[in-house]
């Protein structure tokens, strides 16, 4: 059955349901676009793969057949899922979303857009659930594997096919706590290289691109804790004399909120470029597609 049925024109599904509907071949032929010979083929060729006349002359009209009437609501239902299927999906309507999306990201993108982002999902699509996931001290490809929707952060060294996106670019601060002598003073490389410093790093690193433009110049910052979260490394600022690290758009507001101040770097540093990226798969994916607009805009807002 199915070798015989292999050999089908679907096109001749489009034709009959065209057929069925006008009661002409002429009308048919119109509506297709096709020249009237070329239809009367088409339904020389229906009539041969199903085995019936479909419509047949009844004076000046044709009328169709009891099989023809038999299966017009299939094929008109047969015709308009293979439009649905062939035609790009409509933008997703957020009020009736009724999703989890996953997204990756940093602490810091979770504290400092993270609020602004749940509210504007709850307001616009309300069955929606957001869920944050950690950063791993190692590198998943959690995109590819659809552990994970959306990603925002630094990205670096994704599979080839992965989309990323710029969102944004921002630049790194030094992050002290109220009243630290930093504050009262001009701050030159040698002091500021001079301060204890704690680090953020998921993988536990030391080092960063801080310590390859200390080193230009010479320099070296003493280290005293490298800790994995950016939150982490605040509150430790907060209570203590060390320095630590921050952006200066994007966290704004979440060192305001500790009550903290910010020194600029006193040297050259390159910018920290924030993208979002995603699985190709979800490409066209409207739910998908209103998820990285809502992010776009709630980071333009959140980051002036």
């Given at each position: 059955?199915?070798?015989?049925n292999?050999?089908?024109?679907?096109?001749?599904?489009?034709?009959?349901?065209?057929?069925?509907?006008?009661?002409?071949?002429?009308?048919?032929?119109?509506?297709?676009?096709?020249?009237?010979?070329?239809?009367?083929?088409?339904?020389?060729?229906?009539?041969?793969?199903?085995g019936?006349?479909?419509l047949v002359?009844?004076?000046?009209?044709?009328?169709?057949?009891?099989?023809?009437?038999?299966?017009?609501?299939?094929?008109?239902?047969?015709?308009?899922?293979a439009?649905?299927?062939?035609?790009?999906?409509?933008?997703?309507?957020?009020?009736?979303l009724?999703?989890?999306?996953t997204?990756?990201?940093?602490?810091?993108f979770?504290?400092?857009?993270?609020?602004?982002?749940?509210?504007r999902?709850?307001?616009?699509a309300?069955?929606?659930?957001?869920?944050?996931?950690?950063?791993s001290?190692?590198?998943?490809?959690?995109l590819?594997?659809?552990?994970?929707?959306?990603?925002?952060?630094?990205?670096?060294?994704?599979?080839?096919?992965?989309?990323?996106?710029?969102v944004?670019?921002?630049?790194?601060?030094?992050?002290?706590?109220?009243?630290?002598?930093?504050?009262?003073?001009?701050?030159?490389?040698?002091?500021?290289?001079?301060?204890?410093?704690?680090?953020?790093?998921?993988?536990?690193?030391?080092?960063?691109?801080?310590d390859?433009a200390?080193?230009?110049?010479g320099?070296?910052?003493?280290?005293?804790?490298?800790?994995?979260?950016?939150?982490?490394?605040?509150?430790?600022?907060?209570?203590?004399?060390?320095?630590?690290?921050?952006?200066?758009?994007?966290?704004?507001?979440?060192?305001?909120?500790l009550?903290?101040?910010?020194?600029?770097?006193p040297?050259s540093?390159?910018?920290?470029?924030?993208?979002?990226?995603?699985?190709?798969?979800?490409?066209?994916?409207?739910?998908?597609?209103?998820?990285?607009?809502?992010?776009?805009?709630?980071?333009?807002?959140?980051?002036?």
């Amino acid at each position: 059955m199915i070798a015989r049925n292999a050999n089908i024109d679907l096109n001749l599904l489009i034709a009959l349901d065209a057929l069925l509907e006008e009661e002409s071949v002429t009308a048919a032929a119109d509506r297709l676009g096709l020249s009237g010979p070329a239809m009367s083929r088409a339904l020389g060729r229906i009539r041969r793969t199903i085995g019936d006349p479909v419509l047949v002359r009844a004076g000046r009209h044709m009328v169709p057949t009891p099989r023809a009437l038999e299966i017009k609501a299939d094929v008109r239902r047969l015709v308009e899922e293979a439009h649905g299927v062939l035609t790009p999906s409509a933008p997703a309507d957020p009020a009736e979303l009724a999703r989890v999306f996953t997204i990756a990201a940093s602490d810091n993108f979770v504290t400092a857009v993270g609020p602004a982002l749940v509210a504007r999902v709850a307001e616009e699509a309300p069955r929606v659930v957001l869920r944050f996931l950690g950063e791993s001290h190692i590198d998943l490809p959690v995109l590819r594997d659809g552990a994970a929707d959306l990603e925002f952060g630094v990205i670096e060294g994704r599979e080839p096919e992965i989309r990323t996106e710029e969102v944004f670019a921002d630049r790194g601060v030094a992050v002290v706590r109220e009243g630290h002598p930093l504050t009262t003073v001009n701050v030159t490389a040698r002091r500021f290289a001079d301060a204890a410093h704690i680090n953020f790093s998921r993988r536990g690193r030391l080092t960063g691109p801080i310590d390859a433009a200390l080193a230009e110049l010479g320099l070296r910052r003493r280290v005293i804790a490298t800790v994995p979260t950016f939150a982490a490394s605040l509150l430790m600022v907060r209570d203590s004399d060390a320095v630590g690290l921050s952006m200066e758009r994007m966290a704004a507001t979440t060192v305001r909120g500790l009550g903290l101040h910010t020194v600029p770097i006193p040297f050259s540093l390159p910018p920290i470029s924030m993208s979002m990226a995603w699985h190709p798969r979800q490409d066209a994916d409207a739910g998908h597609v209103w998820l990285r607009g809502l992010v776009r805009r709630t980071v333009a807002a959140v980051v002036g």
